[in-house]
């Protein structure tokens, strides 16, 4: 059994006193571009949060319908969606093959904000992930070809000695993409801005797809 006393209290009177006067309402002209509002957060999260600001909650489902989730790191955001990148033989790989969508959580502790996102799921062009890859460090590019992601591995030297072979085979000349990794985009039909209030009094503020544009509503928390 867990130890309560590793489990934090819940902020005290004291404690929700001086929350308030850092809470602010999030601000009725964002509600017409979600977009934007994220960009907003997402840029404040890379000046306060200490560690990837862009680590973002990815949840799929097996083929059992059982929800599966995992930690990665969000490479692009615009109009069209979230993009991550991923070796399309790994779990999330192979159930986004079988059921193209998912959800995503953003969680920002520092900033006591967290954003949600519903919707379906493709895989980006050839030419962006290509150009995504080449930006990356040569040994994760190495590594997205000597791991066979998801997979039983016997010790961590058998990874070592993959990543060897991949270093010998293209030697000091250009990494290519390989053909079994890539990025996903996630386009957004849900998105839920969630700030924190005092007294678990929490905003959010909800937008959902309307053809081109959005709807936007207020939850109770």
């Known amino acids: 059994m867990t130890d309560k006393s590793l ?8 404690d929700y006193v001086r929350q308030v006067s850092n809470a602010q ?6 509600e017409d571009d ?8 997402l840029e404040e999260a ?3 949060e200490p560690n990837d600001p862009n680590a973002v909650a990815v949840a799929t489902v097996d083929e059992d319908g059982l929800p599966d989730v995992r930690m990665v790191l969000l490479k692009d955001a615009d109009a069209r969606g979230f993009v991550f990148y991923t070796n399309f033989n790994s779990a999330k790989g192979r159930q986004l093959a079988a059921n193209p969508k998912a959800a995503l959580l953003f969680h920002w502790k520092s900033l006591r904000r967290q954003v949600r ?14 150009a995504y890859f080449a930006t990356r460090h040569r040994d994760s590019q190495l590594g997205a070809w000597a791991s066979a992601q998801s997979e039983p591995l016997p010790d961590r030297l058998a990874l070592e000695k993959k990543i060897a072979e991949c270093g010998l ?7 290519p993409r390989p053909p079994h990794w890539s990025g996903f985009r ?13 007294f678990r009094l929490h905003e959010r503020l909800v937008f959902e797809r309307a053809g081109e544009g959005w709807t936007t509503h207020r939850l109770f928390p």
Request: glycine share 10%; hydrophobic share 40%; charged share 30%.
């Open 7 to 14: 489990i934090p209290p819940s902020p005290s009177e004291d």
């Open 25 to 30: 309402s999030l601000p009725l002209l964002a």
């Open 34 to 41: 979600p977009m934007a509002l994220f960009a907003d957060w």
């Open 46 to 48: 890379g000046r306060k």
């Open 117 to 130: 996102i519903e919707g379906a799921v493709e895989r980006v062009g050839d030419a962006e992930g290509d």
């Open 169 to 175: 085979r293209f030697g000091l000349g250009k990494v």
């Open 186 to 198: 996630v386009t957004p039909e849900v998105i839920e801005f969630w700030r924190d209030r005092p």
